[in-house]
């Protein structure tokens, strides 16, 4: 069986610092490379990947294997030509010696963002992670943290709004209004959780995708629905907000608001989904098989979000708490979530292989 131990240096550190041209084919041009690269560079972590290539070098070789040792290099502007030059280099060296199984060799999460493309080639039969001692998992960490922060869906939906609520609370930190800022801060990140769990942000971004098809094709009862939540929704949060500044404590603000707000954003999401299926109805002759399921769904959010802010205003914040009218209530909801949840199972087998719906839609 022949193993090829292959080494990996995603940044081009052997190109840039030592001047070695890659792929470094064979136990002693890696040695040369390894000894060009520690002169230069003593405390970089890739001489210790080629270290570890050697030991495993010595060690199947001892076992018996037909084995041999590379090392590849990308580039310095670490993304796609570095990865592209690391596959380019690896199907030169598989052409070469033409391994039945491969040993990657690394010293972090960056370099092994190759792998999948490697395993489609040749079978991996080993994956050796070089951690110095006094740095373990520091880099790993780090690509992960700064990976997090370049990719644009999560830096645009999650970092961004994210670093508004710490800019907001730290504005009214500023300005003396501690008690205040600690409620908003509870209440933006208790929005922000909501709109992630309910996938609320992606039914918005539809909305108006569907506002502008309906005013560039004539679709008056779509475009009347959007309009008609869009100021029920507006109209909500300033009704609410009336009636919660009436308050003088941030906790009684707060919890009169949400308990104010939610209704308007039931009544917006239903007027929303009956503009959309009578238009969709006048079109196709046919209605949405959602509609159905967004319907008991809406029913059920009501019934539970009564209970659940009737509770809280009964442990919070000292209000009357009907038990036997909040009990029927919630088991009412949770009926209506159970029947929702198989309405929809069978819609789903019904509608396998066409296109799927989404929530609002």
């Known amino acids: 069986m022949k193993t090829l131990i292959l080494c990996v240096d995603r940044d081009d550190d052997l190109g840039e610092k030592a001047k070695v041209t890659s792929p470094v084919v064979g136990r002693k041009n890696n040695l040369r490379a390894l000894i060009a690269l520690g002169i230069e560079d003593p405390e970089d972590s890739d001489a210790n990947v080629i270290f570890m290539g050697l030991k495993l070098f010595k060690k199947y070789r001892d076992m018996g294997r037909e084995v041999e040792l590379a090392t590849i290099c990308g580039d310095k502007m670490v993304g796609i030509q570095s990865d592209a030059n690391l596959i380019r280099q690896f199907y030169a060296v598989i052409e070469q010696f033409a391994p039945d199984t491969v040993v990657l060799v690394s010293d972090g999460a960056e370099d092994e963002v190759i792998l999948p493309l490697i395993s489609q080639r040749v079978q991996i039969e080993h994956i050796a992670r070089v951690v110095i001692k006094q740095q373990q998992n520091l880099e790993s960490t780090y690509y992960i943290v700064m990976s997090a922060f370049k990719n644009p869906k999560i830096g645009k939906k999650i970092i961004v709004p994210l ?26 990140l208790a929005g922000f959780l909501m709109v992630k769990a309910l996938n609320i942000e992606d039914q918005v ?93 809406l029913a059920a959010i009501y019934f539970i979000s009564s209970t659940t802010f009737n509770f809280i205003g009964f442990v919070g914040f000292d209000q009357e708490f009907d038990i036997t009218g909040n009990l029927i209530y919630m088991f009412i909801g949770i009926s209506l979530l159970l029947v929702g949840g198989f309405v929809y199972t069978y819609n789903k087998g019904k509608t396998r292989g066409r296109r799927r719906t989404s929530w609002l839609r």
Request: charged share 15%.
């Open 163 to 188: 670093a508004i609520m710490f800019m907001i609370w730290g504005g009214l930190m500023m300005a003396n209004y501690v008690s205040f800022a600690i409620g908003m801060m509870v209440a933006l």
């Open 205 to 297: 971004s539809r909305m108006f995708d569907d506002t502008r098809d309906a005013m560039r094709t004539r679709r008056y009862l779509l475009f009347g629905g959007i309009f008609s939540a869009l100021v029920l929704v507006l109209t909500g949060f300033v009704v609410s907000f009336i009636q919660a500044r009436q308050e003088s404590e941030v906790s009684w603000f707060v919890y009169r608001f949400l308990d104010s707000v939610w209704i308007w954003i039931i009544l917006a999401a239903l007027v929303y989904t009956l503009g959309n299926s009578l238009d969709t109805y006048i079109r196709t002759n046919r209605f949405i098989r959602s509609t159905g399921v967004i319907f008991i769904s």
